[in-house]
């Protein structure tokens, strides 16, 4: 059975960087598709970025491109979401998601997830 874990979030002012990591337990970890969604109060999940099996393809929503970086470390089962310049509205739990396929953009792409870290960022 397919685990997630994620790990990393916290308070930060605006401008500083946060980096975030989750495990997958259970399974092959290079099998799968990874991505990052989040959810602020009162929203709906939200695509952040997702990551191909070997790390080669990346992908990322237009709020976060060119201040987030996705990276996954296939021998350590983790994929990471590095988050420099950080603004009040990206405030949210983030959630870390696996899917055996292709992976996607939308909630319904993905089989497994996790509990979620909250990323809290001041003005």
């Known amino acids: 059975q397919v685990q997630l874990a994620e790990s990393g979030g916290g308070l930060v002012q605006a401008g500083d960087s946060l980096r975030l990591s989750c495990v997958l337990t259970?399974?092959?970890?290079?099998?799968?598709?990874m991505a990052w969604f989040r959810q602020a109060p009162g929203k709906e999940r939200e695509f952040v970025s997702a990551?191909?099996?070997?790390?080669?393809?990346?992908f990322y929503a237009d709020s976060v491109r060119g201040r987030f970086t996705i990276s996954r470390d296939n021998s350590m089962n983790t994929v990471n979401l590095q988050m420099t310049s950080l603004k009040p509205e990206d405030t949210a739990i983030y959630y870390c998601?696996?899917?055996?396929?292709?992976?996607?953009?939308?909630?319904?792409?993905?089989?497994?997830w996790g509990q979620g870290t909250q990323v809290t960022v001041s003005s």
């Open positions: 998601a696996a899917d055996l396929n292709n992976g996607g953009s939308s909630t319904p792409d993905y089989d497994y």
């Open positions: 990551i191909n099996w070997s790390g080669v393809h990346t």
């Open positions: 259970g399974r092959k970890f290079s099998a799968y598709s």
